[in-house]
């Protein structure tokens, strides 16, 4: 979209962004005039309609404001949503915003997400599919996935958590902004694991070092004895699926050194593999035994 300077009048804000109120004239329009005449509900002098291209389907889109002054409104060639379109040219500014200052990119995420001992963006895993913040003390906060990165209130609490820093609320657009200044800073390093391959590689080492047993759900009185002893109660795999209890997990990892974890952080973790929480039982007479485990997905390996 071409850009064309501003001839507004010193000392008149609008209400988007600050920029000043210009009239719109017929032909091309930039992203501030079209935001500004949209902000102000089409009460422009002068105001007719420009044309400019559509940044989700890059189409002609025309921002059409009535003559009586009634409002304002967006509309593409190909019909994409007035809404979706404004959403877009907020996104575009503010990402020209963001570029448009002097400072480096990371020296840009620090003023974001006020974190001044940010030393490096990573995106982790061998697939790159996870993103850390690493500060100069060592200390990593962990951002998740890029589902994750797009929503604003899992970035802030998880740095938080981590750094004891409240970032401010952001509109979506402008969240959007940090992501993509996020991602374009990122270093990938294949070599660190992703929170997944992590939990993936102590459910391996566990089982690999544990007696695993193989039940049938639907024989009653195998079940039940197996049931006999909680203590001693381990993995098993039922139906081609693995069967495992948090606390033996937790306590053998933090018996043998392989990872330091309590048991809320471990069900987060198996969730995010899709694991699920299950309670077999059986029945001798009027007695009932029963254990929680949380049993994997269908087609789940672990390697051993």
Same mark, same amino acid.
């Given at each position: 979209?071409?850009?064309?300077?501003?001839?507004?009048?010193?000392?008149?804000?609008?209400?988007?962004?600050?920029? =000043?109120?210009?009239?719109?004239?017929?032909?091309?329009?930039?992203?501030?005039?079209?935001?500004?005449?949209?902000?102000?509900?089409?009460?422009?002098?002068?105001?007719?309609?420009?044309?400019?291209?559509?940044?989700?389907?890059?189409?002609?889109?025309?921002?059409?404001?009535?003559?009586?002054?009634?409002?304002?409104?967006?509309?593409?060639?190909?019909?994409?949503?007035?809404?979706?379109?404004?959403?877009?040219?907020?996104?575009?500014?503010?990402?020209?915003?963001? =570029?448009?200052?002097?400072?480096?990119?990371?020296?840009?995420?620090?003023?974001?997400?006020?974190?001044? !001992?940010?030393?490096?963006?990573?995106?982790?895993?061998? +697939?790159?599919?996870?993103?850390?913040?690493?500060? +100069?003390?060592?200390?990593?906060?962990?951002?998740?996935?890029?589902?994750?990165?797009?929503?604003?209130?899992?970035?802030?609490?998880?740095?938080?958590?981590?750094?004891?820093?409240?970032?401010?609320?952001?509109?979506?657009?402008?969240?959007?902004?940090?992501?993509?200044?996020?991602?374009?800073?990122?270093?990938? +390093?294949?070599?660190?694991?992703?929170?997944?391959?992590?939990?993936?590689?102590?459910?391996?080492?566990?089982?690999?070092?544990?007696?695993?047993?193989?039940?049938?759900?639907?024989?009653?009185?195998?079940?039940?004895?197996?049931?006999?002893?909680?203590?001693?109660?381990?993995?098993?795999?039922?139906?081609?699926?693995?069967?495992?209890?948090?606390?033996?997990?937790?306590?053998?990892?933090?018996?043998?050194?392989? !990872?330091?974890?309590?048991?809320?952080?471990?069900?987060?973790?198996?969730?995010?593999?899709?694991?699920?929480?299950?309670?077999?039982?059986?029945?001798?007479?009027?007695?009932?035994?029963?254990?929680?485990?949380?049993?994997?997905?269908?087609?789940?390996?672990?390697?051993?």
């Amino acid at each position: 979209m071409s850009r064309q300077p501003s001839n507004a009048p010193a000392g008149r804000e609008d209400a988007v962004g600050g920029a =000043a109120a210009t009239p719109i004239e017929p032909g091309v329009l930039t992203i501030d005039q079209a935001l500004a005449a949209l902000a102000r509900n089409g009460h422009a002098p002068r105001a007719s309609d420009g044309r400019g291209h559509c940044p989700l389907c890059t189409s002609e889109w025309t921002l059409a404001i009535s003559q009586n002054g009634n409002g304002a409104h967006l509309t593409c060639d190909s019909g994409c949503d007035s809404e979706h379109i404004r959403g877009a040219l907020l996104a575009e500014r503010n990402r020209a915003r963001l =570029a448009d200052t002097p400072s480096s990119k990371l020296d840009q995420l620090r003023a974001q997400l006020k974190l001044p !001992g940010l030393s490096r963006v990573i995106k982790r895993g061998k +697939d790159g599919d996870a993103y850390d913040l690493e500060l +100069d003390d060592g200390r990593r906060i962990e951002l998740g996935s890029a589902s994750d990165l797009l929503r604003h209130h899992h970035m802030k609490a998880a740095i938080l958590g981590k750094a004891d820093v409240l970032i401010k609320p952001r509109k979506p657009a402008e969240h959007e902004a940090v992501v993509e200044l996020l991602v374009q800073t990122a270093e990938l +390093d294949d070599q660190v694991m992703t929170t997944d391959e992590e939990t993936r590689a102590w459910l391996g080492a566990y089982v690999s070092e544990t007696h695993v047993a193989t039940l049938d759900l639907n024989d009653s009185g195998a079940l039940y004895e197996y049931l006999g002893n909680l203590s001693c109660l381990g993995p098993f795999i039922a139906d081609g699926r693995l069967h495992v209890r948090l606390r033996n997990i937790a306590t053998w990892l933090n018996r043998t050194g392989g !990872g330091r974890v309590t048991v809320p952080e471990l069900s987060m973790r198996l969730a995010r593999l899709k694991f699920e929480t299950t309670q077999p039982s059986a029945r001798n007479g009027d007695q009932t035994r029963k254990a929680r485990y949380w049993r994997s997905p269908a087609g789940f390996e672990v390697e051993r």
